[in-house]
T-cell receptor, first 117, second 114 residues
Framework: GAVVSQHPSRVICKSGTSVKIECRSL??????MFWYRQFPKKSLMLMAT?????????EQGVEKDKFLINHASLTLSTLTVTSAHPEDSSFYIC?????????????FGEGSRLTVL | AQKVTQAQTEISVVEKEDVTLDCVYE???????LFWYKQPPSGELVFLIR??????QNEISGRYSWNFQKSTSSFNFTITASQVVDSAVYFC???????????FGKGITLSVRP
């Protein structure tokens, strides 16, 4: 089946630095990818929809300048957490719409756990 | 607006017991899709099932079965003869259409004890 890979799986950074998380579709082209955030013991919250070649669409309440999303190719979307603070510590998961185009067919990455000290 | 409610937060069972995870959804649309995902301790989300609103047939896949009842807006998930490897967080999710934006429930943490 289709595979989505995230990197890094874990990252620890100092407050004030920026962190980039990559989401790759390994064996298919993904024109649309989604970025979710998950707090401990909480559900997944959709942050933004990433479309190849265009600006990402952010959900209400998500800071565009804080969470920069770039979808420069059909197989790669990146999430950059700028000037990270401890409250940005979370589990970030990306997903890509599957190659069949069937509604709701999504493949999820392994997730990236960000810890900001 | 769409909403998914998983009223159970944590369930603990002994191995070989059957367990049902409840999911109730809200939507005004007549066309929608329901999902169940499993999130083991490692963190990745594993797709379990996708069901559209026009197909109310129950489904069985090995030890897993799903009961879709439009009359009660529920899409419950039953694990028969549970195993320790079933321990995970299980999410029910809902989407309206092709944009594939999923609305997740809060998840149910299932612990299966040996």
């Amino acid at each position: 089946g289709a595979v989505v890979s995230q990197h890094p799986s874990r990252v620890i950074c100092k407050s004030g630095t920026s962190v980039k998380i990559e989401c790759r579709s390994l064996d298919f082209q993904a024109t649309t990818m989604f970025w979710y955030r998950q707090f401990p013991k909480k559900s997944l919250m959709l942050m933004a929809t990433s479309n190849e070649g265009s600006k990402a669409t952010y959900e209400q309440g998500v800071e565009k300048d804080k969470f920069l999303i770039n979808h420069a190719s059909l197989t790669l979307s990146t999430l950059t957490v700028t000037s990270a603070h401890p409250e940005d510590s979370s589990f970030y998961i990306c997903s890509a719409r599957g190659p069949s185009g069937r509604t709701g067919e999504l493949f999820f990455g392994e997730g990236s756990r960000l810890t900001v000290l | 607006a769409q909403k998914v409610t998983q009223a159970q937060t944590e369930i603990s069972v002994v191995e070989k017991e059957d367990v049902t995870l409840d999911c109730v959804y809200e939507t005004r649309d007549t066309t929608y899709y329901l999902f169940w995902y499993k999130q083991p301790p490692s963190g990745e989300l594993v797709f379990l099932i996708r069901r559209n609103s026009f197909d109310e047939q129950n489904e069985i896949s090995g030890r897993y079965s799903w009961n879709f009842q439009k009359s009660t807006s529920s899409f419950n998930f039953t694990i028969t003869a549970s195993q320790v490897v079933d321990s995970a967080v299980y999410f029910c999710a809902l989407t309206m259409g092709a944009n594939s934006k999923l609305t997740f429930g809060k998840g149910i943490t299932l612990s299966v004890r040996p």
